[in-house]
């Protein structure tokens, strides 16, 4: 009589992306337009927020619009989005709520962009390399809800997916950070020259967590090499 032969069966499951930890002198590069390629951030908890700040660097040469941060919960695809149109202006997104500035549009350099807004007066305010836009009202009393989901490179129209091909971002994102309260002009001023110890508590680009999906191609900056 044969032995029992024992038959294992290996079963191979392909994940579209792994998790790892900060990004830390590391920039994303989205080298073409996709419907499927994203970077996923996975931040440190918080309940409604009232107040933030959220800074990053990016390049793109593109003409067209793109999202260059989402924030999407369930109950608003936009609940927070920072929108780039073809004529160079910036929108943020607010729970539906939007708010332009007119700036000057994209190019191949790095720019600094920061945007602050603060529930209590309904402040926002976008800075581009340390320099201060002027001041607009929206969402005065609102909120920004917690239980989301930040994607970069992509613009949500559902949690976590609703990718459009044509909105997709297609340059260099990296330095992303997010703050719970409205940081000030002196602090804007110093992490727009780059190089800084402090990130944000809520997004911090050199340890939170990020997932890369599709076509993203992670490589290290040099920026802050002495």
Known sequence: MNPLIPIVLVICIYLPGSDSAGLEGKSLIFP???SNSYVRVFPS????LTAFTVCLRAASEA???YGLFSYATSRHDNEL?????PDG????????????FSLPKMDALLRHICITWESKDGSVTVWVNGQRSLQKVAGKGQFVASSGQFILGQEQDSVGGGFNKDQSFVGEITDVHMWDRVLATSEIELISEGCFDTGGNIINWGTTDYRSVGNVR???NNDCEI
Do not use: A, M, N, P
């Not at 989005?81 to 149109?85: D, G, N």
């Open 32 to 34: 073409v337009q996709t």
């Open 63 to 65: 003409s067209r619009s």
């Open 89 to 100: 202006v910036i929108s943020l997104y607010l729970r539906g709520v939007i708010t332009d």
């Open 45 to 48: 908890s918080f309940s409604s």
């Open 81 to 85: 989005l920072i929108w780039h149109k």
């Open 218 to 220: 992670i490589e290290d």
